[in-house]
């Protein structure tokens, strides 16, 4: 039988057993005031993620450390960050947390408010190009600090074989360590969401 042109054979997940690995889950929310058919697609989102996450599990091997965007604290204290924020991905971190998992204080907590504050100063829609370019540049140098201690956060954590969750925005600009292998977790419901928020932010325009 002759061999499909063109076609490009993904190797088997289990090959990468060996070596420090993080499953990486784009954080998604869902506000209260959200149309019920976001609603559906954000429910499938997460639905989907537990099945993906569950399969990585079963061939790579259990989760050792649970790192969540927006949370400076670990232990009882970030869960209850996390569940206040998102109650989808607090359900998927405390699936792992019940198996013995740990969740990291992931961000610096004068780092992540620094950037926050920035970032709402921008979002105020300044007038004057000097204060706007000001600010721009301090949201970027911040942005930039803020990255470097995340992928240090998460580089001192991991150690040898060991696997990480984080969930994180898409669009990130973390470099993380070469040494670390990175599985990203994309089920079918995140381009649904993705062309669902891109209809809604051109008929905004």
Known sequence: MAEELGKVDRPPVEQFREGRKLFFVPLLFCGKEAPETFRKIYASY???????????EAKLGKISHVFHEMIPSGGEEGS?????????????????????????????????TEFLDWNRCL?????????????????????????????????????????????????????????IQVFYVAPPALDEARRWLDSAQEKDR
């Open 80 to 112: 209850t960050a996390i569940k206040e924020m998102n109650q989808e991905s607090s359900r998927l971190v405390q699936a792992r947390l019940a198996k013995g998992a740990r969740l990291e204080a992931m961000e610096e907590s004068d780092l992540l």
């Open 123 to 179: 979002l105020a829609g300044l007038q004057n190009p000097k204060v706007f370019n000001t600010v721009y540049e301090a949201f970027l140098a911040t942005g930039k600090k803020r990255n470097e201690h995340i992928a240090g956060k998460i580089n001192e954590t991991l150690q040898a074989d060991e696997i990480g969750l984080l969930l994180m925005r898409e669009g990130h600009k973390v470099q993380f360590p070469p040494d």
């Open 46 to 56: 997460w639905e989907q993620v537990e099945v993906q996450v569950a399969n990585l």
